[in-house]
């Protein structure tokens, strides 16, 4: 059974400069918020290959480079636009001045 998705402020629009992004904790979740050219985006924080801080990458276009070994991820998606593994993608919407972000529901992993 999955939990329901929540909604949480991440932030005001002044706080990532356009082509930027910051990792912000929501819910006990690290999340890498960017302010692209077309939009607002959220993936989770780390690069599922080395534990990147994808927050850190290169902002080009609608995707982020990790700045640990290049591999590239759809700020959308989080699908991977190189190999590995992608990482989940979280919905941003801005209210006003502010920033807010529905959480994916989390993986479970066995124990």
């Known amino acids: ?15 990532i400069p356009r082509g930027e992004g910051r990792t912000i904790t929501l819910d006990g979740r690290r ?3 960017f302010r692209a050219a077309g939009g607002w985006y959220a993936l989770d924080a780390a690069c599922p290959h080395r534990g990147g801080p994808l927050a850190d990458g290169i902002v080009c276009d609608r995707a982020v480079i990790c700045p640990l070994h290049d591999r590239r991820f759809d700020l959308a998606t989080g699908a991977p636009l190189t190999t590995g593994d992608g990482v989940a993608a ?9 920033i807010f972000v529905t959480l994916a529901a989390a993986e479970r992993r066995a124990a």
């Open 31 to 33: 999340i890498a918020l």
């Open 90 to 98: 979280h919905a941003g919407e801005v209210r006003g001045q502010r």
């Open 1 to 15: 059974m999955s939990a329901a998705a929540t909604t949480h402020y991440a932030c005001s629009v002044d706080d």
